[in-house]
């Protein structure tokens, strides 16, 4: 699920070329759906059965690859409306290019050959390589065109609490795309159309943290050695080897791949509080501030008594955690989060302030929590006196569908952070958190010193369309 280098997708209309449709298109009207959108974890269970959330995650995640067979043609007609081989004659006329939108690749001889033309994809051109080569074309981000993928990844989203992408993989019969490998992330795959034989591997990095290619002599046998059929959902956790071709006699194969929790582990986490731990610790522990040795990074002065010292202030730090006398923030995990992840399905209508505009005698109530985050960061403003901590509310509502998962260069980061976010001071803090933390809540009932400051809280909340007079 890496994020590709910074772009701009832009759309237009042409007549020019086009892929000759396999079968006729399925659209989100035609096909009801067998998933129940009326929360994330509804979602997810759908997604899954018939198996329980509890058990897929005592069971499976992060442990072993899952197969769920299905045999209902409700499900099958629904899978194959998300992304059909006969999509790509619309798509092409959308200004997609390669390596950004589309690689075409195959598996030739255990290694990866790319095919891809340089320039805007023509279908006529992605047709004949796909036929002639019997090349794999890899759909980079679909959600960015398919409403419907768009809903089902939103909600995703907001179960894991982490980024959801995906890949659209179309492969002709008796070729494979991609050589045996790993990725760092989290895979579900759900097979669209045809069919597709899956062998699966012991992991030679478990829980992997990044993508690697590995060889044949070096994989063994396959633990697992399935075919996915239309509507079939596998299942695996990152680090699983894998590879998948698609069978003789089968016209052609397309599954989606919905991948998470990338660089989501605790040792990520740890890298995203640490730098704040040591800036609040260092504030009020003067050995913290005190100097280390003289030429110490010349290496003059390394050795046990300095590795003693780090540990004896690690360990003190870890105690100060675990009897709560130490708060642990998350900022840069929660920034990423939130500033790269999708808006709300069918955002356009939200992003209106609505309603009553809030007074002191409302009850008021949050809106869309699982699109915002509270983070408690040094203040970016420069200044002559010591840096002050202050209170960044964030939001989702305005992110760009077009651009998930597709990078973005660090200036549009930055500039986006200031266009979809809000700051107080850190006083403000536990006023917010009640406000998160239940259903409704009487504005004067905030915790703020004053009737003016629970009065700005909730304007600048309203205005920003995060809350609502209940």
Same mark, same amino acid.
């Given at each position: 699920?890496?994020?590709?280098?910074?772009?701009?997708?832009?759309?237009?209309?042409?007549?020019?070329?086009?892929?000759?449709?396999?079968?006729?298109?399925?659209?989100?009207?035609?096909?009801?759906?067998?998933?129940?959108?009326?929360?994330?974890?509804?979602? $997810?269970?759908?997604?899954?059965?018939?198996?329980? =959330?509890?058990?897929?995650?005592?069971?499976?995640?992060?442990?072993?690859?899952? /197969?769920?067979?299905?045999?209902?043609?409700?499900? *099958?007609?629904?899978?194959?409306?998300?992304?059909?081989?006969?999509? @790509?004659?619309?798509?092409?006329?959308?200004?997609?290019?390669?390596?950004?939108?589309?690689?075409?690749?195959?598996?030739?001889?255990?290694?990866?050959?790319?095919?891809?033309? %340089?320039?805007?994809?023509?279908?006529?051109?992605?047709?004949?390589?796909?036929?002639?080569?019997?090349?794999?074309?890899?759909?980079?981000?679909?959600?960015? $065109?398919?409403?419907?993928?768009?809903?089902?990844?939103?909600?995703?989203?907001?179960?894991?609490? *982490?980024?959801?992408?995906?890949?659209?993989?179309?492969?002709?019969?008796?070729?494979?795309?991609?050589?045996? !490998?790993?990725?760092?992330?989290?895979?579900?795959?759900?097979?669209?159309?045809?069919?597709?034989?899956?062998?699966?591997?012991?992991?030679?990095?478990?829980?992997?943290?990044?993508?690697?290619?590995?060889?044949?002599?070096?994989?063994?046998?396959?633990?697992?050695?399935?075919?996915?059929?239309?509507?079939?959902?596998?299942?695996?956790?990152?680090?699983?080897? /894998?590879?998948?071709? =698609?069978?003789?006699?089968?016209?052609?194969?397309?599954?989606?791949?919905?991948?998470?929790?990338?660089?989501?582990?605790?040792?990520?986490? @740890?890298?995203?509080?640490?730098?704040?731990?040591?800036?609040?610790?260092?504030?009020?522990?003067?050995?913290?501030? *005190?100097?280390?040795?003289?030429?110490?990074?010349?290496?003059?002065?390394?050795? @046990?008594?300095?590795?003693?010292?780090?540990?004896?202030?690690?360990?003190?730090?870890?105690?100060?955690?675990?009897?709560?006398?130490?708060?642990?923030?998350? *900022?840069?995990?929660?920034?990423?989060?939130?500033?790269?992840?999708?808006?709300?399905?069918?955002? &356009?209508?939200?992003?209106?302030?609505?309603?009553?505009?809030?007074?002191?005698?409302?009850?008021?109530?949050?809106?869309?929590?699982? !699109?915002?985050?509270?983070?408690?960061?040094?203040? &970016? %403003?420069?200044?002559?006196?010591?840096?002050?901590?202050?209170? $960044?509310?964030? !939001?989702?509502?305005?992110?760009?569908?077009?651009? !998930?998962?597709?990078?973005?260069?660090?200036?549009?980061?930055?500039?986006?952070?200031?266009?979809?976010?809000?700051? $107080?001071?850190?006083?403000?803090?536990?006023?917010?958190?009640? @406000?998160?933390?239940?259903?409704?809540?009487?504005?004067?009932?905030?915790?703020?010193? =004053?009737?003016?400051?629970?009065?700005?809280?909730?304007?600048?909340?309203?205005?920003?369309?995060?809350?609502?007079?209940?």
């Amino acid at each position: 699920m890496p994020k590709k280098r910074a772009s701009n997708v832009k759309r237009r209309s042409s007549q020019d070329d086009q892929l000759p449709p396999k079968q006729s298109k399925l659209t989100q009207s035609d096909t009801p759906s067998p998933l129940c959108f009326d929360s994330p974890d509804s979602l $997810f269970e759908s997604l899954i059965q018939p198996m329980k =959330t509890e058990q897929f995650f005592r069971e499976y995640w992060e442990k072993k690859p899952l /197969h769920l067979q299905r045999s209902d043609p409700c499900i *099958a007609s629904y899978y194959q409306s998300l992304f059909q081989l006969s999509d @790509l004659q619309s798509l092409c006329s959308q200004d997609l290019e390669y390596y950004r939108d589309v690689n075409v690749v195959r598996c030739i001889n255990g290694k990866k050959k790319v095919l891809n033309k %340089e320039g805007h994809v023509k279908s006529s051109v992605l047709n004949k390589t796909f036929v002639q080569n019997k090349a794999t074309i890899q759909f980079h981000q679909p959600q960015r $065109f398919k409403d419907e993928l768009w809903r089902i990844q939103e909600k995703l989203e907001c179960f894991f609490g *982490a980024l959801v992408g995906s890949n659209v993989y179309i492969t002709p019969q008796e070729s494979q795309g991609l050589p045996p !490998h790993y990725d760092d992330v989290e895979v579900f795959i759900l097979q669209l159309e045809g069919e597709k034989r899956w062998r699966l591997y012991n992991p030679t990095v478990p829980l992997a943290s990044e993508y690697s290619l590995e060889s044949e002599e070096r994989i063994g046998s396959p633990t697992h050695d399935i075919v996915l059929k239309t509507g079939d959902l596998l299942y695996f956790p990152r680090g699983t080897i /894998h590879q998948a071709m =698609t069978p003789a006699g089968v016209d052609h194969s397309t599954h989606l791949t919905l991948s998470t929790y990338q660089r989501t582990s605790w040792g990520d986490l @740890l890298l995203d509080v640490f730098p704040s731990l040591m800036f609040d610790s260092s504030r009020t522990e003067v050995g913290l501030r *005190a100097g280390m040795p003289r030429r110490l990074l010349l290496g003059s002065s390394e050795g @046990l008594d300095t590795s003693r010292q780090l540990a004896a202030s690690l360990r003190s730090l870890a105690d100060k955690m675990e009897t709560g006398m130490q708060e642990v923030r998350s *900022a840069h995990m929660k920034r990423d989060f939130i500033m790269n992840r999708l808006p709300p399905y069918s955002q &356009q209508e939200l992003l209106t302030p609505s309603g009553k505009i809030p007074a002191l005698e409302d009850m008021v109530s949050l809106k869309l929590k699982e !699109h915002m985050v509270i983070t408690v960061e040094p203040s &970016q %403003e420069t200044t002559d006196e010591s840096t002050e901590l202050v209170v $960044f509310v964030l !939001h989702s509502l305005k992110n760009q569908r077009e651009s !998930h998962m597709m990078g973005e260069s660090p200036d549009e980061e930055e500039e986006q952070d200031i266009s979809r976010g809000l700051q $107080f001071p850190l006083s403000h803090l536990q006023a917010l958190r009640q @406000l998160q933390q239940v259903e409704q809540l009487a504005v004067d009932e905030l915790q703020l010193p =004053t009737q003016e400051d629970k009065l700005s809280l909730v304007l600048a909340l309203w205005s920003e369309s995060l809350l609502v007079v209940v």
